[in-house]
């Protein structure tokens, strides 16, 4: 069985589906960067196959935000080891203004990103719950 095979939790997170029934989508669009300037009544809620609320309760995001200080710390570590290995005569406030710059892009994309593995922790993959 492949983990990207559908009832596996990584096919729920990389094509933003459902946790629950991996029909509907979790995010309204696919591009992070649209997500993040949808207002809460466009944003996702609920999934429009299975009916089921993602916020499982009062606070439930405030868990997304140490997956995205994990997502976050990975990246910032990636590209100062990247930048390390390809320039290693760079300039100290060059290397961090380009890792601060890497982190600020990449900022929608934790986000998206984060949401969806946490819900992913809670809400179990179910099959056909129709």
Known sequence: ??????GSKLYSIFLNLCPKCHEG?????DNPFKNILLKNSESSISCDKCMIKYELEIGFWYGAMYISYAIGVALMLLLWGGLILCFPLMDITILISLVVV??????????HLSRL???N?????QGDVN
């Open 25 to 29: 989508k979790f995010w309204k669009t």
């Open 102 to 111: 890497g982190i600020l892009i990449f900022c929608p994309i934790n986000y």
């Open 117 to 119: 593995i946490w819900v």
């Open 1 to 6: 069985m492949s983990i990207l095979n559908k």
């Open 121 to 125: 922790i809670f809400i179990k993959y």
